[in-house]
């Protein structure tokens, strides 16, 4: 039966996917006591990764649903993290976006709000966090945005 956190994430017609694995050398999460760091996930969506320059060849709403994919890559990660119990996730801590950008674009904010937005939907105040989004001038891949994550799990 799911838990509180897949239920929601039902009612919103998302299904977390399996966690990604990592693309390079690197592990997709550490645990550190009730500290989980996840990763940088990229965005994705079930056809492929989402590539794409904000500023020259996607537009912010755009940018802020590739983040949204991220987030949902991040939560599968924390899944992972915690054996398959998603519901041991008290609180995101922090998340770090990274916005594949022009040098005069600079609504990042706007874009990882995707993210955050989301993470606030699913997890009310439990995903409120501390952040930051940053211009990058690319990131693997060509894709659009990657964020990283620390989640407090039980």
Known sequence: MPGAIESRLAQLGVTLPDAPTPAANYVPYIRVGGMVHVSGQISSAPDGIITGKLGADMDVEAGAAAARSCAIALLAQCKAACGGDIDRLQR???????????????????????????????????????????????????VAVEIEAIFLVA
């Open 92 to 142: 995101v801590v922090k998340l770090t976006g990274f916005v594949n950008s022009t040098g005069d674009f600079t609504d990042q904010p706007k874009v990882i709000n995707g993210a955050s937005d989301f993470l606030v939907e699913v997890l009310g105040d439990a995903g409120r966090h501390a952040r930051s989004a940053v211009s990058a001038a690319s990131l693997p891949f060509g």
